[in-house]
């Protein structure tokens, strides 16, 4: 009993701090935090093994709390247990009991919602958007068993976030894969925001929906201590056993609980002030007289430490250049013929880069033989770093970002009208300070025969928005690249991995020409010049850029002499770019093979900073594209073949003399 005594003591201890910090804030969770406050009580005082010294230690099991409103409660226990946060000059300090009172304030680090860039280091993503935290404890499993660490990853799910469609995309992966050091704990108090969840989210249904996909199902009472210990012992035994099945928790608990104040009316996200929180504060203390009378001096928990770090392999040597790489695959023959696809040019760079950096891995979502990570997951000594995701993106993106907080470099792949299946996921990657890195392939309209449905042509604008932003560390949030050859895509890929932050790359189905060679180095943020002129500037990107290079001759036809820029980056040297802009007269053509708001936009914004006088005209994809047999035929029906572009020119030219 005195066991009991103990965590219910704590429990109510971590209860009330969720309360009071909440109101101090004026906003969150309490009711919902009161309902884990024994589970996390077992796993942060007990279960877990972790140093509060060193919260993100390699070898310390994890908590992922994909419930993220939920936090307080995690907040409070860290406190109690005195975790580091950073403090002045680098130095890092516990975080006190009187720190909580700053809870979502500016220059706090207990943000709303879990977020590490914050300065609270013991979460590996920023969670909050709900259903996505399943997905990043099984990347963090996934890595853990590449590196051969003996880690565990507790992952809290409520049970109305337990309808998103992710999470069913991580309990298969984690069936799939048999990752029986990854626990999912539903946090089953039967309310949602508006109400109660449907039946469909009881704990009797979400135990059956477990069970037939093979799950082992632990279905207890979430505030008994000792049901919750026993359920964490089985958990922890399974864990370490050979051919162990994945096991879950199903745990039933009460929002609110140890207040009838708060568990009547809704009180979800809406903390109590004034009288009614000394009622609910008085409510917990009567609890505490209740259930705690067995307690004694001596009873305490004991925190397991991580097992000590191993040291990791260091990486030597160089990649080899594509030159180098074709000819080591037996594709020279190729090489001669003057043209490969992009995509294809990034799964040779994916494979080279693989061979000497032993943290690349690559995630594909059942298309690898069409973005070329096959290239990588063919390669027998990189195979076991190649993850097939299958069609599931938003779990894909999101167990990227279980891998980059375990120390990988994720290249993730899909198509890139598939990629907006997962904007949320890839923009709370960006918040957590993911290092991902993102290639989309059969992008833009010179898809041509599979028709829009299968095209990515809003892409560019939505990834452009992050090119906008600083992140966490000052640098863009995204870059956004779009390789126009094989050299580029190469390149850029190589370039990619030395970036730490997000990068999201544009490949092409079809054959393109090489415009390029080994010699041309590809940075992010630059930009290549392929054509000089005098009257006016074409920038291009991807596959236009091979349009407007066909322009080219037709406006020299015309007496008109064009410089040709090949943007391949999002953001870019935007001084460097005016100042063509200006050695063409001001007068300037953006070409894109994708909706606007995009490239065009990007040299828009850049003119209208600078104060000077430009005359800009945007060509892109301005009408919902169909099917066509080839590359020309669409571009003709969307208006930008090299016709087109010389057909503008003269236009923009002609009204610049009047």
């Known amino acids: 009993m005195s066991f009991e005594a103990a965590v219910h003591a704590q429990a109510i201890e971590l209860d009330r701090l969720s309360l009071e910090m909440c109101a101090e804030a004026g906003s969150g969770h309490p009711s919902t935090a009161m309902s884990l406050g024994h589970i996390v009580t077992m796993l942060m005082f007990h279960t877990m093994r972790w140093s509060p010294e060193y919260p993100n230690y390699p070898t310390s099991d994890r908590l992922v709390l994909s419930a993220g409103h939920a936090v307080p409660i995690v907040y409070a226990a860290y406190a109690r247990l005195g975790g580091t946060i950073p403090g002045e000059s680098g130095q890092s300090r516990p975080l006190t009991l009187e ?157 609110g609980w140890g207040s009838p104040t708060l568990q009547s009316g809704n009180w979800h996200g809406k903390p109590p002030v004034g009288e009614t929180l000394t009622t609910a504060l008085a409510e917990l203390d009567e609890r505490r007289l209740e259930l705690t009378s067995s307690l004694v001096q001596s009873d305490a928990f004991t925190i397991q430490p991580p097992a000590e770090a191993p040291e990791r392999p260091v990486d030597t040597g160089d990649a080899p250049t594509f030159n180098e790489m074709m000819r080591r695959c037996d594709m020279e023959s190729v090489l001669h013929t003057g043209r490969l696809a992009t995509r294809k040019a990034f799964g040779l760079a994916l494979r080279a880069l693989g061979q000497v950096n ?21 390669d027998a000594d990189l195979s076991d770093r190649f993850f097939e995701a299958r069609i599931a993106e938003q779990n894909m993106v999101s167990m990227g970002v279980g891998f980059s907080a375990a120390g990988k470099i994720p290249y993730i792949t899909t198509f890139a009208k598939f990629m907006n299946r997962a904007y949320d996921q890839i923009e709370m990657a960006i918040n957590s300070g993911a290092n991902l890195k993102l290639v989309g392939s059969h992008a833009g309209v010179s898809l041509a025969a599979d028709g829009p449905s299968q095209m990515s042509l809003p892409d560019i604008s939505w990834f452009r928005s992050f090119s906008t932003v600083r992140d966490h560390r000052g640098n863009p949030a995204c870059y956004v690249l779009q390789p126009s050859d094989a050299y580029a895509a190469y390149g850029l890929t190589m370039a990619m991995a030395e970036y730490e932050g997000v990068c999201y790359m544009r490949t092409l189905r079809p054959e393109t020409e090489f415009l390029y060679s080994d010699n041309d180095v590809f940075n992010l943020g630059g930009f290549q010049v392929l054509n000089e002129g005098r009257d006016v500037l074409l920038v291009a990107s991807g596959y236009m850029v091979h349009e407007a290079n066909k322009a080219l001759d037709k406006l020299d036809a015309q007496g008109i002499s064009a410089t040709l820029v090949d943007l391949y980056s999002l953001p870019f040297d935007g001084d460097s770019l005016l100042d063509l802009a200006q050695a ?75």
């Open 584 to 658: 063409n007269g001001g007068y300037v053509i953006s070409l894109e093979d994708n909706y606007g708001a995009s490239i065009g936009s990007a040299v828009a914004d850049v003119m209208t900073e600078s104060g000077d006088a430009f005359s800009l005209k945007q060509m892109y994809v301005n009408r919902i594209p169909k099917s066509a047999r080839t590359p020309e035929e669409v571009l003709g029906y969307c208006g930008l073949t090299a016709d087109d572009i010389t057909a503008s020119c003269m236009q923009l030219l002609e009204v610049g003399a009047v």
């Open 99 to 255: 720190d909580l009172n700053s809870l979502r304030a500016l220059d706090s680090v207990l943000d709303g919602h879990p977020n590490p860039m914050e300065g609270f280091p013991f979460f590996d993503s920023a969670t909050g958007s709900l259903g996505q935290g399943l997905s990043t404890a099984v990347g963090l499993a996934l890595a853990a068993q590449l590196d051969g660490l003996d880690r565990r990853f507790f992952c809290i799910i409520g049970d109305g976030e337990s309808r998103e469609g992710q999470v069913a995309e991580a309990l298969d992966m984690l069936a799939e894969r048999k990752l029986s050091a990854v626990l999912p704990i539903f946090n089953c108090n039967g309310f949602g925001q508006n109400g109660r969840v449907s039946d469909m989210q009881s704990p009797e249904v979400i135990e059956r929906k477990l069970g037939a996909i093979g799950i082992t199902v632990h279905n207890i009472d979430g505030h008994d201590p000792v049901q919750i210990k026993t359920a964490l012992d089985a958990f922890v035994e399974n864990a370490g056993a050979e051919d162990a099945t994945p096991m879950a928790i199903v745990a039933r608990t009460v929002k």
């Open 358 to 378: 032993s943290n690349v891995v690559s995630i594909d979502g059942d298309v690898s033989n069409s973005t070329f990570a096959e290239t990588f997951a063919k």
